[in-house]
């Protein structure tokens, strides 16, 4: 039986983003981008209501047809 990880929400925003300009968060992202896909075989994963719901309204602000 594998362990089980709780997802949190910047691990998902990071590994989901376009690419940064900001170096630092950059380095966050292929970071993740590298690590998350072997965590995701050693590990089982779960990803909450809460964060589906943080990385989906903050999708809907920023996506297509987004106000502002």
């Given at each position: 039986m594998k362990r089980r990880?709780?997802?949190?929400?910047?691990?998902?925003?990071?590994?989901?983003a376009k690419p940064s300009r900001d170096l630092v968060i950059a380095?966050?992202?292929?970071?993740?981008r590298q690590l998350w896909p072997r965590l995701g075989d050693q590990y089982e994963t779960y990803v909450s209501a809460l964060v589906h719901e943080e990385t989906g309204e903050r999708r809907s602000r920023?996506?297509?047809?987004?106000?502002?």
């Open positions: 990880i709780d997802v949190e929400t910047t691990v998902v925003r990071y590994f989901m380095g966050h992202q292929e970071a993740t920023t996506g297509p047809g987004a106000a502002g």
